[in-house]
Nanobody
């Protein structure tokens, strides 16, 4: 099982980024997927979830209304559209299965700064 995250970068407050995570080594369409993030000196935290069955989505309070998770099962990829970014969104972002988590990828760095 492998996850490859991409799409991060440096963005000004209020800006947008779209993260991608391409998975391999398992039947992607059968698994709920999560995005997580880890800021310097803090523990990794859950950001958003998308289910396998019907594509329903769930967000933690600090990203509701700003972030959108989506998936493309044909491409084995989960996305995170991030709008209205804030400096506190600065972190390394990771994806993983919601259940039966596998080894973490390298993540993608998001830095929100003016």
């Amino acid at each position: 099982v492998q996850f490859v995250e991409s799409g991060g970068g440096l963005v000004q407050p209020g800006g947008s980024l779209r993260l991608s995570c391409t998975a391999s080594g398992f039947t992607f369409s059968r698994y709920d997927m999560n995005w997580y993030r880890q800021a310097p000196g803090k523990e990794r935290e859950l950001v958003a979830t998308i289910t396998a069955t019907d594509g329903s989505t769930h967000y933690t309070d600090f990203v509701k209304g700003r972030f959108t998770i989506s998936r493309d099962n044909a491409k084995n990829t989960v996305y995170l559209q991030m709008n209205s970014l804030k400096p506190e969104d600065t972190a390394v972002y990771y994806c993983n299965r919601r259940w039966y988590q596998a080894s973490w990828g390298q993540g993608t760095q998001v830095t929100v700064s003016s």
